[in-house]
């Protein structure tokens, strides 16, 4: 208790919990919210707010009571009464409409027990879930959101056509006017009849099927995206799918709250034999299973195909097979100049023998003289699985390779490689014997080559090397003519 100016004044919980207990959640959620925002984390709030939203009995205040609930739990983990109260609700949930509130319920049930197994939470846990396998909470029965749609279910398949099922649920409402069931049956039967509500109300007649529906064209979108080379946030797209569905849950609630506008307060008597809520059939269960599996599958194949394309565009192997399987054809003319073949000195194993190719690597090796200048510009290369032969820098490799040699390493560059991507690098050395030679070598996991002139530029080396490796390298379906 705080005093201000000498009058009693209650703690912020303890005042929005009075007005809770006097009736009032909307202004209790409100004393909540504010004394949350104003005086920062307190977990007797965060219960205070759950609980107020809970007790408006909707699907929209379930949803925000568990987000109170589990914002309290974030900042106060191990309190034994959000615990117990978001066990509580969340074992309340539907078996198979809300499996995901289901298992937090147990979760957190769980996490009581392991934090203090002998409190009077946890003893109180204990007994409510001994009581029919059901929570307190539970024991109320199925929420009003439930039953209205199952009600409005059942009105819509057990008659011949919907004229019917509008007179017979209006009479029964009018013979119980205080029956608010009977009400919000007869109002959700008169929105879903509205010239608008065809498809609410082929949503509301066959939930699992719709629910199908929804997987199948969410799951058929979350493939699209990487099939059509989509950016990753066009995932998002899937919500527009779930529109039709909250529409109508919000044509629902609206009709619900309408009645309770229209009903005296505590004069909704139920009318006699009222039938409980329908359990889903087999159909239902194994529609609803086949959906999950539907959604779940497109959206783990969507992940890992979108997964294989980045690491593909990164230049990196995205599975175990996942490398550039080029076909290598030389050109006859390289820059003006003409292929000679027989110039090579060596085959192209003796001109890579500083690379362990492997044994099935398809070798290739040629050469191309400048007639002006009588240089030779000779080639050798490999394509194959050549990606345990892709350095981290090859320019850097390069370097240690002729100086390890004992030669000297004049000049050196990191080379655009074009569009065939990997790396192109080239370095000028001078032999310890004298001479010099300059080299280039692109290599990118598919293929691997090697270019070697007289001293010369060594971006116009490059840029030959471009030119000689894009003309050389095909893919399957892409052969040189």
């Avoid at 690379?355 to 290369?381: I, K, Q, W």
Wanted: hydrophobic share 40%; aromatic share 4%.
């Amino acid at each position: 208790m705080q005093e201000n100016g000498g009058h009693p004044v209650l703690p912020a919980h303890e005042h929005a919990e009075e007005l809770l207990r006097s009736g009032e959640p909307g202004r209790a959620r409100q004393a909540a919210s504010a004394a949350l925002d104003g005086t920062g984390p307190h977990a007797g709030l965060y219960l205070v707010l759950g609980r107020a939203h809970l007790a408006e009995d909707d699907d929209d205040h379930d949803e925000a009571a568990e987000r109170a609930y589990r914002a309290g739990l974030d900042a106060f983990p191990d309190d034994l009464d959000l615990l117990l109260a978001h066990a509580e609700f969340g074992l309340a949930g539907d078996v198979m409409e809300q499996p995901g509130r289901r298992a937090r319920g147990r979760r957190a049930g769980e996490r009581l027990r392991e934090l203090a197994p002998d409190s009077p939470q946890a003893h109180r846990l204990a007994a409510s879930e001994q009581a029919d396998g059901a929570l307190p909470s539970a024991r109320r029965g199925p929420s009003a959101a439930y039953l209205q749609r199952q009600d409005a279910r059942a009105a819509l398949t057990g008659h011949a056509d919907l004229d019917t099922a509008l007179t017979q649920t209006a009479e029964a409402a009018a013979a119980w006017p205080h029956d608010e069931r009977l009400a919000v049956r007869a109002e959700t039967l008169r929105v879903l009849a509205g010239p608008r509500a065809g498809l609410a109300r082929r949503i509301v007649r066959a939930p699992y099927d719709a629910a199908l529906v929804l997987a199948l064209l969410v799951g058929g979108w979350l493939l699209a995206v990487p099939a059509l080379g989509l950016p990753g946030y066009a995932c998002a797209g899937a919500l527009l799918f779930s529109v039709p569905f909250r529409h109508t849950g919000a044509l629902l609630a609206a009709a619900r709250r309408r009645v309770r506008e229209r009903l005296p307060s505590g004069t909704a008597h139920p009318a006699p034999g009222a039938p409980g809520p329908a359990v889903p059939t087999r159909r239902d269960r194994t529609v609803l299973a086949l959906a999950l599996v539907v959604a779940v599958a497109a959206a783990v194949g969507s992940l890992s195909w979108q997964s294989a394309d980045a690491g593909g565009s990164a230049g990196g192997p995205a599975d175990r097979d996942a490398y550039p399987r080029y076909a290598a054809a030389p050109p006859k003319t390289l820059h003006g100049m003409r292929e000679e073949p027989d110039e090579v000195g060596g085959g192209a194993a003796d001109l890579l023998e500083d690379v362990a190719l492997p044994v099935d690597a398809d070798l290739f090796a040629t050469a191309y003289r400048d007639e002006d200048t009588g240089d030779l510009l000779v080639a050798a290369g490999a394509v194959g699985d050549l990606r345990a032969q892709v350095p981290a820098d090859l320019e850097s490799a390069l370097r240690e390779r002729y100086e390890g040699q004992g030669e000297s390493v004049t000049a050196t560059l990191d080379a655009d490689p074009g569009p065939l991507g990997g790396q192109l690098a080239c370095v000028a050395h001078t032999f310890a014997g004298g001479g010099e030679l300059d080299l280039c070598r692109w290599v990118d996991g598919g293929s691997l080559g090697t270019v070697t002139a007289p001293a010369t530029d060594l971006g116009e080396l490059a840029a030959a090397t471009r030119a000689l490796r894009e003309a050389t390298l095909s893919l399957p379906g892409q052969e040189k003519t």
